[in-house]
């Protein structure tokens, strides 16, 4: 490394954050500018290690020590260069990723971990600027097409390898603008929507066709892919949310999380001049979720002028430290605030909704909750209500962030796809029960991270890669295709 004792001389420093009362105003991503001289600190931090579990850590098996070195002695070129190696999309999993690299981190057994996170977005915007990423069309076609349906963070990392390798790619997306999740599901206080169309940009300057308002089975017939492309990746995701199936479901101002953050993403790009209609002015809010959507309702109602922020939690609340449990390396359990919680509302765990109260219009009004106790007897976990601590809050929006449960199916029934016993995708090292037709991301996996989502894309691109050409170049983390062409 670099400088070998870094991490005895600087301390973990990241980029401070607007303030709440000033952001919640805005839309836009709330860090403050960051020295580079500061960045470079920040690399140096990174332990000559011996085995950096970091490796393993991250998804994409990114190959951090070396870009960490490389950012330290300001080769900026060289650490683009490492870091494009292993991630084709490092100023989306730099801004959004929850870093599981950083919680594996060496120097974390009994300091704070290295900003990996930190330094992956920052080498990712010093190569736009001097240059460095720039459109890199292969220099031969093989003359084999796939077609990728979807355009969310699997079905782009998908497209992007399949490209390179040099076949050509068109990514159908049914929504009107490509980036799936990326577009609608992520806030742009997190991930400010010119980010995706930077990259868009390049992509498409490198080949690859975007087809938007292109849904399949509907207005782009399923025998028009099946003829014109020879190989088929499904990239749709986990989008059928988890429901909360209690009385009073059925009243108005009872939504899915994304309902509600597609439609303010979409103001946000003046996609809907006349307003939103799912709206947290002036309302008190109750986010149910403790998870990162969750996380996005509160900061988007913030911004609305919400009157006031519930979020609860089914679990308990987690510890601020390690156990016994989750030691290190592994992934810590352990209580997590975001950007959003720090802007206002309130949080509480254990809780568990017993139903909603409506006023004569059919609008929610109230919800009703109970403390719970969560037990386990004999290695599974159960919980009990808490006498006597049955009551209402004040409920003018419900905003439902528990999750999703499976791909929407109507698709997967079309092409005659075999589904698992969990309703997701049902594949070997990709490739469905038909041999032309391939899976990765959520709808595969079920809902995971974006960084998981770029993972099972590349390595499905590797897959067909095999399959069209007897053979792969393509990097894989598992190493299991590696056969030059």
Known sequence: MGKVDGFLNFNRELPKSRKPEERIHDYKEIYEPFPEKKTNEQAARCMDCGIPFCHNGCPLGNIIPEFNDAVYRESWEEAIQ?????????????????????????????????????????????????????????????????AVIGSGPAGLAAASQLNKAGHSVTVFERADQVGGLLRYGIPDFKLEKQ????????????????????????????????????????????????????????????????????????????????????????????????????????????????????????????????????????????????????????????????????????????????????????????????????????????LLAIGFVAPENSLLEQFQIEISERNLVKAKKYQTNWPHIFTAGDAHRGQSLVVWAISEGREAAVAVDKYLMGSSALPSKSGSFLVAR
């Open 82 to 146: 490492i870091l494009s190696e292993t991630n084709n999309f490092p100023e989306f999993t730099g801004r959004i990723c929850p870093a599981p690299c950083e919680a594996s981190c060496v120097l974390g057994i009994n300091k704070p971990a290295v900003a990996i996170e930190h330094i992956e977005k920052t080498i990712a915007e010093k190569a736009y600027e001097l240059g460095y990423i720039k459109p890199n069309p292969p220099k031969t076609r093989t003359g084999k097409s796939v």
């Open 195 to 398: 980010i995706i169309d930077r990259r868009l940009d390049i992509m498409s300057a490198e080949g690859i066709v975007f087809e938007t308002n292109a849904e399949i089975g509907k207005n782009v017939d399923i025998k028009t892919l099946e003829d014109g492309f020879d190989a088929i990746v499904i990239c749709t995701g986990s989008t059928v949310p988890r429901d909360l199936p209690i009385p009073g479901r059925e009243f108005k101002g009872i939504h899915f999380a994304m309902e509600f953050l597609t439609e303010q993403n979409k103001q946000v790009a003046n996609q809907t001049p006349e307003g939103v209609s799912i709206t947290a002015k002036d309302k008190h809010v109750v986010v149910i979720g403790g998870g990162d959507t969750g996380s996005d309702c509160i900061g988007t109602s913030h911004r609305q002028g919400a009157k006031s922020v519930l979020q609860i939690e089914l679990l308990e609340k987690p510890l601020d430290h390690r156990t016994d449990k989750d030691p290190w390396p592994n992934w810590p359990m352990v209580v997590r605030t975001s950007s959003s919680h720090e802007e206002g509302g309130k949080r509480e765990w254990a809780l568990l909704t017993k139903a909603f109260e409506c006023d004569s219009s059919g609008h929610v009004k109230s919800i009703t909750l109970v403390d719970i106790e969560w037990k386990e007897e004999k290695g599974k976990k159960f919980f009990e209500e808490i006498p006597g601590t049955e009551r209402k809050e004040p409920c003018e929006l419900a």
